[in-house]
């Protein structure tokens, strides 16, 4: 057994129980003697899989019959593209609210296929990343879809309150790829909710995407067929192979969550973990975060040490005791503590103790 806690921001670590038993079976599945790797994807048993997966991520998030399950390739990043392509026009308009490293990048991305504009930015009061709210926004013209990121994996801002929109027309997108799964969701509130896998699902290439039925049809004629959502959900996601491995271990994540209690026993874990590690951080001043406390993300804890020339000592130290990966992102520096749903809380609290004691020695 490992004896390490892994807060790597993506790839990120997956549930210790689900990697053991996607082991025990790795090269002897269901008794089958092969691989799930190595077994159609048309066949009895992978189908099985497949449907079992999905009916467990509807039941976690209580996804609604009028909305369809897609599993599809390419990611998180497949789907800034797939969005716009599969329900606008090119003169259609793309709104963004734009806080962070990933909804500036699908907010680029959208503009290769349609206009696109942005309502609001995150700025900074008094030092604090703040995210304004609709009644602060700029909205010129009613847009063809609505597109924010719940999580900034790389800026450690999560937002929790869900926009709407003004005439109930306008599809809300969300790229939920650093906090899905972590607590229960509204899934009529949006129109497309997308993730790629690797932060909080399975491995890395596959995206799950939720989208409302009356959302399906309109695709582009030159829309890759492999991002197209009506031919996705027309073959059960399997218009081409899919990335079986990917799915089926996604499928043992989803029972894994069950297993837990479901996603409100997850949000309450996921609460606590996040709590113990802001609480180090406010403590005194050496160390700290930029994010207005509405907005601290429950996923990804980003902080600085006041002292930066501490910075490699701190790491280096930090890994010796077994915590891994918490260098911040090369675009904002510092640290980040990555805590998705299968970093335990003990995890969380042996990086508090960590802190705490690098701090009486450094402080
Ligand atoms: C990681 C991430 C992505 C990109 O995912 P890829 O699978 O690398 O394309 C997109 N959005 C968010 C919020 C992410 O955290």
Same mark, same amino acid.
């Given at each position: ?12 670590? @997956? ?16 008794? !089958?003697?092969?691989?799930?790797? =190595? ?13 079992? *997966? ?7 998030? $209580?996804? +609604? ?15 800034? /593209? ?20 990933? /909804? ?19 700025? =900074? ?45 306008? +599809? ?15 899934? %009529? ?6 993730? #790629? ?8 290439? @596959? ?7 009356? !959302? ?15 031919? $996705? ?8 192979? +899919? ?10 994540? &989803? ?38 406390? =509405? ?38 520096? #510092? ?10 809380? *003990?995890?969380?609290?042996? @990086?508090?103790?960590?802190?705490? %004691? &690098? ?5």
């Amino acid at each position: 057994m490992q004896n390490i806690f892994n807060f790597s921001a993506g790839p990120a670590m @997956l549930p210790q129980e689900v990697m053991q038993q996607a082991q025990e079976e790795l090269i002897n599945w269901q008794g !089958l003697g092969t691989s799930v790797m =190595e077994v159609s994807h048309r066949g009895k048993p992978f189908i099985e899989v497949a449907e079992q *997966a999905e009916a467990d991520l509807r039941e976690l998030l $209580q996804i +609604p019959a009028n909305y369809t399950v897609l599993f599809m390739h390419g990611g998180g990043r497949a789907q800034f /593209s797939a969005v716009p392509l599969n329900i606008t026009k090119s003169s259609d308009l793309s709104q963004h609210l734009v806080t962070g490293q990933w /909804s500036v990048g699908a907010e680029e991305e959208a503009q290769k296929f349609c206009r696109s504009s942005i309502v609001a930015k995150s700025k =900074e009061i008094e030092g604090k990343m703040y995210v304004p709210k609709q009644d602060e926004w700029s909205i010129a013209e009613e847009p063809g879809y609505f597109h924010y990121c719940t999580n900034e994996t790389v800026d450690g801002i999560e937002i929790d309150w869900v926009p709407k929109s003004q005439s109930g027309q306008v +599809p809300i997108v969300a790229d939920m790829s650093s906090n899905i799964l972590s607590k229960p969701l509204n899934i %009529e509130d949006f129109g497309i909710i997308y993730a #790629g896998a690797q932060k909080n699902i399975g491995p890395s290439g @596959l995206s799950v995407v939720i989208v409302r039925n009356d !959302l399906i049809g309109f695709a582009r004629k030159d829309t890759p067929a492999i991002f197209n959502y009506q031919l $996705q959900a027309a073959s059960g996601s399997m218009y081409n192979t +899919p990335p079986t491995f990917s799915w089926y271990l996604a499928g043992l994540v &989803f029972k894994w969550l069950k297993a837990q209690g479901g996603l409100t026993e997850i949000a309450r874990v996921n609460q606590q973990k996040s709590q113990v590690l802001y609480k180090q951080i406010d403590a005194t001043g050496f160390y700290s975060n930029n994010v207005h406390n =509405e907005y601290r993300s429950k996923m990804n804890v980003t902080f600085k040490l006041s002292d930066e020339s501490l910075n490699e000592v701190f790491l280096k130290q930090a890994e010796s005791n077994g915590l891994v990966a918490l260098k911040g992102h090369r675009a904002v520096g #510092g640290m980040r503590a990555s805590i998705y749903n299968a970093m335990p809380l *003990a995890g969380a609290q042996a @990086l508090a103790d960590f802190m705490k %004691e &690098f701090e009486r020695k450094n402080g």
